[in-house]
């Protein structure tokens, strides 16, 4: 089966459909909440929050005995939570930075949670297979009550995000201003945190533990190539992650053995390359014929100061001596004299050129301007 043929089948097969539409939905919630995620620097926190999740996946297994999807994503939730929070609490009661904080539960979560899939793993009853899915996801096994879940966990995002979109703005860019106008900057930062942990629990039955941070974090670091607005920021991270889902579930389908979550990781970090080299605002590209314009602008400008500085010393810019002396400069090339001819900033006269005019007034305008070095 081929990509096109697999969209064919999207509309009229249910598996698809549902399994194409729950990487949408978790694309479009993953790049909408990786946006704040990006914008406060806390790329770290998704990693963070998805690995101090497993171990509440293996605990609510433990309790219930059951795979239940519902509870071990309560158990995750649960967990990432209070990974968060321990987080914040070594920030605040100790002298240690963020990433040292991030990396210390990290570390200590993933390695709790491994060690109780192991133990798990060597349960003598059978229904302890399948949970190692959740260390790289398995978009296969999504149904259709799970696709719900998410379009309500997004819808409810959207509405807070929209509710209380002003305080959300103003705390991300000023955290200190916000305090200033008397509102509850813990409570605001807490629903962020919280619904970002929510997004990346939903995650982990598609792309796994180990990827999830990715999925969070590269529709919204290729959407701020593209814009300097945050809300129009938030929609094109949310278009960048659906179709990442989409493509990377297609691509997935159309192939023999390959697993969907790294399939739609690597989507994403393809909309990542590209908006990092064409991006017309911050891309590679544009920068740098940015640059090799402004070098060559830059390049004429001091060529015409020069001329200049020659002209003013005559009674005329048609004054002989002043064109003998034009001519006979060789410190610019043909390429330059065609540029400024365009411009009209010069005029050939058979092998002879004299400056003109609107050259000469260029020229003072510029005259006094310093310039940067090249």
Known sequence: MNILEYFE??????????????????????????????????????DAISHAALPGIAV????????????????ALVSGLIGTFWIRGIIKKTHLKTDTALGLILSLFFGFGMLLLTFIQKQPNANQAGLDKYLFGQAATLVESDVILMVLVTAAALFVLLLFWKEFKILLFDADYTKTLGFNTKFIDS?????????????????????????????????????????????????????????????????????????????????VVISFVFSPRRGLLFRHLRFRQNRRDLKLQKTLQ???????????????????????????T??????????????????????????????ENLYNQPFPND
């Open 9 to 46: 089948l999207v509309f009229t097969d249910y598996t698809l459909r549902t399994i194409t539409l729950g990487t949408a939905v978790l694309g479009a919630i993953c790049g909408m909440l990786g946006s704040f995620a990006v914008l406060r620097k806390q790329s770290l926190l998704g």
């Open 306 to 332: 020069f001329m200049y500085e020659i002209v003013k010393t005559h009674d005329s810019i048609s004054h002989p001596h002043a064109i003998r002396i034009l001519n006979n400069f060789q410190g610019f």
């Open 191 to 271: 629903l962020i945190t919280f619904f970002i942990v929510l997004a990346i629990v939903l995650g982990l039955q598609t792309v796994g533990v180990v990827l999830m941070s990715a999925m969070l974090l590269a529709p919204a670091a290729a959407a701020r190539q593209w814009t300097n607005r945050l809300g129009t920021m938030i929609f094109i991270a949310a278009i960048f992650g659906a179709f990442s889902g989409v493509f990377g579930t297609a691509i997935s389908a159309s192939q023999n053995n390959l697993s969907t979550g790294p399939v739609i990781v690597l989507v994403a970090a393809v909309f």
């Open 334 to 363: 043909k390429k330059s004299l065609q540029e400024m001819e365009e411009k009209q900033w010069i005029i050939l006269s058979g092998q002879e050129w004299s400056m003109t005019q609107e050259g000469f007034k260029t020229a």
């Open 60 to 75: 609510a297994f433990l309790i219930t005995g059951a795979k239940d999807t519902n509870i071990l994503l309560l158990g």
